[in-house]
Nanobody, 122 residues
Framework: QVQLVESGGGLVQAGGSLRLSCAASGSIVSISAMGWYRQAPGKQRELVATITSAGSTNYGDSVKGRFIISRDNAKKTVYLQMNSLTPEDTAVYSC????????????????WGQGTQVTVSS
């Protein structure tokens, strides 16, 4: 079984920074893309950022220039450095990972973390 465990959420004032972490564990052969998504109350889930195993990144328009995604493949961990936070960034942030459970491509599955709350006060 594969688990994604997020940490680092909390309450911060506008203009502040937070760093989220998401560690994958379990029967993992390799991880392809990892990413962060967020969902605010009453809104649809939206992409925050993704990163491939090679380090290529993609960001949602609302966070470009403020957030930085990175990963440590050896630790099976993805990070999200969030800077210049605004109240509009308040949401539950969830980690996602595409995992190969064996050396066969057919073993690919996507997993989600439980989510961590980020609240930005004005």
């Amino acid at each position: 079984q594969v688990q994604l465990v997020e940490s680092g959420g909390g309450l911060v004032q506008a203009g502040g920074s937070l760093r989220l972490s998401c560690a994958a564990s379990g029967s993992i052969v390799s991880i392809s893309a990892m990413g962060w998504y967020r969902q605010a109350p009453g809104k649809q889930r939206e992409l925050v950022a993704t990163i491939t195993s090679a380090g290529s990144t993609n960001y949602g328009d609302s966070v470009k220039g403020r957030f930085i995604i990175s990963r440590d493949n050896a630790k099976k961990t993805v990070y999200l450095q969030m800077n210049s936070l605004t109240p509009e960034d308040t949401a539950v942030y969830s980690c996602n990972a595409g995992v190969f459970l064996t050396y066969f491509r057919s073993s690919y599955q996507e997993y989600w973390g439980q989510g961590t709350q980020v609240t930005v006060s004005s």
